[in-house]
């Protein structure tokens, strides 16, 4: 157990839609990066976030947000629901300072767009 | 940008050794790192190096050559577990420090 949690674990829904992920970071973990990986494919980056302030974006859509709360929590809204956005979205923290500042993931919530 | 590349697939047998090859392009390097996944499963963390040379962890090593752009995972005394995909991973100092991820490896050990 990695200490991040994602839910849902699992969701379908249909094009058009919209989702919500959510991802709560380890204790004291201030970094969260959310990523895309569709079947057989690599991590895409989507967006990072440090104490609720985003800090990097990469490949993210703009029918796709995100956001961090001030407990740490964090969103990723998913909005106007295509076939191609069906994939695991992983959620990682990462510890503040120190060590190697390597990501801690979540197990992922696997989205199903019909 | 980021380049990272690595093989898409290799094969070995258990009991064996196996290398798994990643070259990289940045401009603001700061850390490579290594992980595991399961089909299915999170990434797990393995290894990670920052300074050239070879960072030893019992069966699993990783080396780092950042003149070359260049990094391997080395696996020894291959397990039928060790059948998973092996990512390697840059830290973008330019980029606040995000982690951009090479397609992956999927390695299978036969038996």
């Known amino acids: 157990d990695s200490g991040v949690t994602q839910t849902p674990k699992h969701l379908i829904t249909a094009t058009g839609q919209r989702v919500t992920l959510r991802c709560s970071p380890r204790?004291?973990?201030?970094?969260v990066y959310w990523y895309q990986q569709s079947l057989d494919q690599g991590l895409q980056f989507l967006i990072q976030?440090?104490?609720?302030?985003?800090?990097a974006k990469g490949n993210i859509l703009e029918r796709f947000s995100a956001q961090q709360f001030p407990d740490l929590h964090s969103e990723l809204n998913l909005s106007s629901l295509e076939l191609g956005d069906s994939a695991l979205y992983f959620c990682a923290s990462s510890p503040r300072g120190g060590g190697t500042g390597e990501l801690f993931f979540g197990e992922g919530s696997r989205l199903t767009v019909l | 940008g980021q380049n990272i590349d690595q093989p898409t697939e290799m094969t070995a047998t258990e009991g064996a050794i196996v290398q798994i090859n990643c070259t990289y392009q940045?401009?603001?390097?700061?850390?490579l790192f290594w992980y595991q996944q399961h089909a299915g499963e999170a990434p797990t963390f393995l290894s990670y190096?920052?300074?050239?040379g070879l960072e030893e962890k019992g069966r699993f090593s990783s080396f780092l050559s950042r003149s070359k752009g260049y990094s391997y995972l080395l696996l020894k005394e291959l397990q039928m577990k060790d059948s998973a995909s092996y990512l390697c991973?840059?830290?973008?100092?330019?980029?606040?420090?995000?982690?951009?991820f090479g397609a992956g490896t999927r390695l299978t050990v036969k038996p």
């Open positions: 976030y440090y104490n609720g302030e985003e800090r």
């Open positions: 991973a840059v830290r973008d100092m330019r980029n606040n420090n995000d982690m951009r």
């Open positions: 940045t401009s603001g390097f700061n850390g």
């Open positions: 204790s004291g973990d201030l970094s």
């Open positions: 190096n920052v300074l050239d």
